[in-house]
């Protein structure tokens, strides 16, 4: 079992900045891919950004080049830099990981409000 815990989120005008962070515990050798996700209101939740053990890292287009995804391989963190935020990135961000095993866990998310 793995648990993960989201934090780093909140209100930012339209151009700021956020640093989201999360956390695993329990099993966290287990983990191969983290990553992070993201719900608006009313859409379904899309990739964000993953990143691998082995730091292979993957990237929604419209966050291509303001979005940063980093990984501590010693504590399977991984966290989330934001730049250049636009309202539309306005949205709830899960993190999420992928085991070894192929079980999957997410976090209970957290809001990111970017305002106009």
């Known amino acids: 079992q793995v648990q993960l815990v989201e934090s780093g989120g909140g209100v930012v005008q339209t151009g700021g900045s956020l640093r989201l962070s999360c956390a695993p515990s329990?099993?966290?050798?287990?983990?191969?891919?983290m990553g992070w996700y993201r719900q608006a209101p009313e859409l379904q939740r899309e990739l964000v950004a993953t990143?691998?053990?082995?730091?292979?890292?993957n990237y929604a287009d419209s966050v291509k080049g303001r979005f940063t995804i980093t990984r501590d391989n010693a504590k399977n963190w991984v966290y989330l830099q934001m730049i250049s935020l636009k309202p539309e990135d306005t949205a709830v961000y899960y993190c999420?990981?992928?085991?070894?095993?192929?079980?999957?866990?997410w976090g209970q998310g957290t809001q990111v409000t970017v305002s106009s």
């Open positions: 990143i691998t053990r082995a730091g292979s890292i």
């Open positions: 999420k990981a992928e085991t070894f095993q192929g079980n999957t866990y």
């Open positions: 329990g099993n966290i050798f287990s983990i191969y891919t």
